[in-house]
């Protein structure tokens, strides 16, 4: 650390230049389970963003529509912010973390001897990571 600076502020200073400056867009506490969301990200994973929105367009499923805006985000952030040119773009990362779970009250799942337990609510966090063709 040097002379004069707190280290506050040479913790700023690192985290400045240490930044990932790649575009990327997050979307947290989504209803839906991480395996699903992985489904639908491992398809669009270091394709273009034409082939990906066109794929992510007409996916049936429901983590394809998230997955979308998440995307179109990401885009966003890297025309607007990042001043990068949208047809060099390509996903490099994709991410589909376990967000928090917690039991519904109502909804029970019938288990043996005429028991039952509480179903489980999953969340999970959707991140696109994109990066400029060389």
Same mark, same amino acid.
């Given at each position: 650390?040097? $002379?004069?600076?707190?280290?506050?502020?040479?913790?700023?200073?690192? @985290? $400045?230049?240490? =930044?990932? @400056?790649?575009?990327? +867009?997050? +979307? %947290? *506490?989504?209803?839906?389970?991480?395996? %699903?969301? /992985?489904?639908? #990200?491992?398809?669009? $994973?270091?394709k273009?963003? $034409?082939?990906?929105?066109? &794929? &992510?367009?007409?996916?049936?499923? *429901? !983590?394809?529509?998230?997955? #979308?805006?998440? &995307?179109?985000? +990401?885009? !966003?952030? +890297?025309?607007?912010? &990042?001043?990068? @040119?949208?047809?060099n773009l390509?996903?490099?990362?994709?991410? !589909?973390n %376990?967000?928090?779970s917690?039991?519904?009250r109502? =909804?029970?799942?019938p288990?043996?001897?005429? /028991? !039952? @337990?509480? =179903?489980e609510i %999953?969340?999970?966090?959707?991140?696109?990571?994109?990066?400029?063709k060389?």
């Amino acid at each position: 650390m040097p $002379k004069g600076q707190s280290r506050t502020q040479y913790k700023r200073e690192r @985290n $400045k230049t240490e =930044r990932d @400056n790649r575009p990327q +867009a997050h +979307a %947290k *506490y989504i209803r839906l389970s991480d395996t %699903k969301a /992985r489904i639908v #990200l491992d398809q669009i $994973k270091g394709k273009g963003i $034409k082939e990906a929105r066109a &794929l &992510l367009l007409y996916n049936p499923r *429901y !983590a394809a529509s998230v997955a #979308l805006k998440v &995307l179109d985000s +990401a885009v !966003a952030n +890297a025309e607007n912010n &990042l001043g990068m @040119n949208v047809d060099n773009l390509f996903v490099q990362e994709v991410r !589909a973390n %376990k967000g928090s779970s917690h039991y519904s009250r109502w =909804r029970l799942e019938p288990r043996a001897r005429g /028991r !039952a @337990n509480r =179903r489980e609510i %999953k969340f999970s966090h959707v991140s696109i990571i994109l990066n400029e063709k060389k």
